[in-house]
Structure formats: C-alpha cells, structure tokens
C-alpha cells in the first residue's frame, strides 16, 4: 500500500504545524516506513522551501515556520531514529564563535540543515575554538559550522581553525563559515572549506561537501 505523502508536504511548506503532524501520524499509524516518511514527505517539502527562499519568493518568517513544522514532525519519527531505522546525510556541529552571541542564522541553518537528514549538534554562541575542537574530537562529525554577525569576532573563526590544525583534526572535518560580514574571499584566506550566505546555499554546500543528494 502506498501512502500519499503530498499532504504532508504541502503542510510543511506552509508551516501548519497541526496538519503536518497529524498527517505524520497518519503515515506511521497507515504503515508508512519512517526513512521514506522522512526523505518524501519532510526533506522533499523543505528542499522546495530552500528553493522558493533562494528564488525570492519565500521569506525568514514563512521558512522559520515551515522548519519549526518540520522539526514537530521529525519528534514524531524520533522513535524510529533511536531505533536505527533511520539514517542521517551526516552530522553537523554547529555554533556562533568566541565573543559573538547572535544566534538567529545560526539557529535558521541548523533548522534548514535538519530539515535536509543532518544530524545537528548545536553549540549555541559564544563558542570558544577549544570547545570547538573537543566537540569534533568527541563527536566526530563531518561538518563544522562557525557563525559570525560581527567583524570583530571573525577572527576566531581562523582561530578555530587553527586550533583543528594543532589537534590533528583539520583533515577530519570539514569548515563551512557564514555570518553577514563573512565573504568567500575571508573563507579563503582562512581556510574554511566553504561559505555559506544564507541557509538555503548552506544546505546545498553541506551536500556538496559530503556528495550526497
């Protein structure tokens, strides 16, 4: 039997997170496998979100609340994850560096990264570069992502990086930097692997980062 996911799609891109979750409850109590609930139902309708957000025709607050519908569903299949019947693209730590509290971006990045099958690992803000790297030696994620919104705490950004150097861990993680004073030139001459200026480019480079659809 197949079930018809479409409605829960539409529910997602427009952020009802009443219809949403109960058309997920629906798949799982119809049958419906976790992984194809997850993959057709919730990161097919945010790819759709990224897109129209990329195009103009989608806004923060409309993609803020499509991403917190998806994450009230992703709740719901978080049984099957713990069980292991649900894979992840790849795990992500996130987190605004040293001496920089923003954290909207950060936060929307996170969500939109979620809403594409990553595993995110949130280190909220303030982040100093050896927390950093004790997360990655811990975690052993695939990506780091650092958030500035001020041009003073850019630095720590290279610091961080750095700090991966001397501990070895460089070559086992891959950096994606963005914030609103951050350009791929200062990505560049730091290091990073990628920059990101918003969170739709942000989910296409951690796919293309890691080669994964």
């Known amino acids: 039997m197949t079930i018809d996911l479409n409605p829960l799609s539409e529910a997602v891109i427009k ?48 993609m803020l609340r499509s991403a917190k519908t998806m994450q009230a569903c992703v709740a719901l299949l978080k049984p ?7 894979s992840s693209k790849g795990t992500v730590v996130m987190g605004t560096v040293k001496a920089d509290l923003h954290d909207i971006g950060k936060n929307l990045v996170a969500m939109m990264l979620e809403g594409a099958g990553f595993t995110i690992i ?12 004790q997360t990655v030696s811990e975690k052993s994620p695939e990506i780091l992502g650092m958030s500035a919104l001020l041009s003073t705490t850019m630095p720590a950004m290279k610091a961080t990086i750095d700090a991966l150097k001397d501990a070895g861990l460089r070559d086992k993680v891959k950096v994606m930097i963005g914030g609103a004073p951050v350009t791929a030139k200062f990505a560049g001459e730091i290091g990073a692997d990628r920059y990101a200026p918003d969170a739709g480019s942000a989910v296409a480079a951690a796919k293309e980062l890691l080669q994964t659809s």
């Open 122 to 133: 949130d280190m909220g803000v303030d982040v100093l570069p050896e927390a950093f790297v």
């Open 80 to 86: 099957a994850f713990q069980a292991g019947t649900v």
């Open 15 to 62: 952020g009802n997170i009443q219809a949403a979750t109960q058309e997920t409850q629906k798949a799982l109590d119809g049958g419906g496998d976790p992984q194809t609930i997850l993959d057709q139902g919730l990161i097919a309708a945010m790819d759709i979100v990224g897109q129209r957000f990329a195009a103009g025709a989608m806004f923060v607050p409309q």
